[in-house]
């Protein structure tokens, strides 16, 4: 069986791989196939948007997608900046614009409770639809601390682990991480689909 994946990642490929190999799945990547669309992520959840992505790559391909949509949701700003988080600072904005920018609407803020969301979708193209959300809390930091990880991981301290987020190693961090728990939620659900397509 072949799935395409809503993103030209090869992490995100390598972590899917891992997940789905003992079902037989081949997994391609939009780039592999010479598709080059970009879908317009116009919803107001993770979940529409990871909908978005999966539903348009399904449709373009012909094959069944996984695609996934992520962010940071901080109590204190109301939940944002949610499915903004990648564009909170502006298009081409860099992850240190970002976390500064982040610092700043804090500054004071006694609450500084937040969690990283991921919503992972299949979507195949006769419709068949199953979602799972992975939720990964903790707190924003007075400042950025540790030199691993990406985006906001530099002023988030993850509850669970005791650590920052860019103060653990990638393989640590996984077992923790929002995406990690949302695609492996993903793979149980997709189990009876992937088992009836290898029968």
């Known amino acids: 069986m072949k799935i395409i994946i809503g993103s030209n990642n090869k992490k995100k490929l390598a972590e899917l791989q891992a997940l ?3 079902y037989g799945v081949e997994l391609v990547t939009p780039a ?3 598709l080059t669309l970009e879908p317009e992520e116009t919803g107001a959840t993770f979940e529409e948007n990871s909908l978005i992505k999966a539903t348009a790559f399904a449709e373009a391909a012909g094959l069944p997608c996984i695609a996934d949509d992520s962010g940071l949701e901080v109590k204190a700003l109301g939940g944002r900046p949610g499915v903004y988080s990648a564009r909170y600072a502006g298009e081409n904005a860099s992850d240190g614009e970002k976390m500064d920018k982040l610092l700043g609407e804090l500054e004071g803020a ?6 990283f969301v991921s919503v992972a979708t299949y979507r195949s ?3 068949v639809t199953v979602q799972a959300r992975g939720e990964c809390p903790g707190e924003i930091l007075l400042e950025k601390r540790g030199t691993n990880g990406f985006g906001y991981d530099p002023v988030f301290f993850c509850a669970e682990a005791g650590e920052c987020f860019s103060e653990i190693p990638a393989e640590e ?3 923790y991480s ?3 728990r949302s695609l492996a939620l ?3 659900k997709l189990k009876p689909i992937l088992e009836d397509k290898n029968a």
């Not at 006694?110 to 969690?115: I, L, T, V, W």
């Open 20 to 22: 789905l190999g003992e």
């Open 32 to 34: 592999s196939l010479g």
């Open 110 to 115: 006694a609450d500084r409770a937040a969690r």
């Open 125 to 127: 193209p006769d419709g």
């Open 173 to 175: 961090k996984a077992k």
């Open 178 to 180: 929002h995406r990690g």
């Open 186 to 188: 993903l793979k149980e």
